[in-house]
Antibody, heavy 118, light 110 residues
């Protein structure tokens, strides 16, 4: 069974940093492109970042470019998101998501909540 | 890119059918057949219901179907059941490395 379990969400002050982790199991992690997607409370979903299978190619939404860094450790079946220079508008539930064919995302974790507030 | 436009809510009686729209532009929905639909029960992991406009992943009931006309994609749920009550989101490839989502539709089964 495919499982994606996020951790690391917390309350942080504006300008602060946080590192999110995602533990993957039930599939060959190194064979899949992985994503982070977020949902602001009460709002829709927003794609945040993507990393290719070997970690050498990354892409970011304009709203987080230069502040967030996605990475992965295939030996540990783990995905990460480093969040720096956090803003109130980054407050959201962050989901770890596996990418599938035709630009779909076939498995999602349950999410971890990041709250940016003083 | 702006988010895709979905109706904020829909209410339907059990056994009936509902169609949820997802409107974009020629740069996203209208330009590619890469529309997906997700079901999200709050507090749980979102679930892929439709990909590539009309294809169902294994395990998704055939009560769920997708289509597209021009810049608008649609998700139809027929024979509604209580467990179908959830939030539904569409997404579309938008060129380059851009994936955009809709604002979501809260489906209530009366």
């Amino acid at each position: 069974e495919v499982q994606l379990v996020e951790s690391g969400g917390n309350l942080v002050q504006p300008g602060g940093s946080l590192r999110l982790s995602c533990a993957a199991s039930g599939f060959t992690f190194s064979n899949y492109v992985m994503n982070w997607v977020r949902q602001v409370p009460g709002k829709g979903l927003e794609w945040v970042s993507t990393i290719n299978i070997n970690g050498h190619v990354t892409n970011y939404a304009d709203s987080v470019k230069g502040r967030f860094t996605i990475s992965r450790d295939n030996s540990k079946n783990a995905l990460y998101l480093q969040l720096n220079s956090l803003r109130a508008e980054d407050t959201a539930v962050y989901y770890c998501v596996r990418e599938s064919i035709a630009w779909s995302r076939d498995y999602w974790g349950q999410g971890t909540l990041v709250t940016v507030s003083s | 890119q702006s988010a895709l436009t979905q109706p904020p809510s829909a209410s339907v009686s059990p056994g009936q059918s509902v169609t949820i729209s997802c409107t974009g532009t020629s740069n996203d929905v209208g330009g590619y057949n890469y529309v997906s639909w997700y079901q999200h029960h709050p507090g749980k992991a979102p679930k892929l219901m439709i990909y590539e406009v009309s294809k169902r992943p294994s395990g998704v009931p055939d009560r769920f179907s997708g289509s597209k006309s021009g810049n608008t994609a649609s998700l139809t749920v027929s024979g509604l059941q209580a467990e179908d009550e959830a939030d539904y989101y569409c997404s579309s490839y938008a060129g380059g490395y851009n994936l955009i989502f809709g604002g979501g539709t809260k489906l209530t089964v009366l």
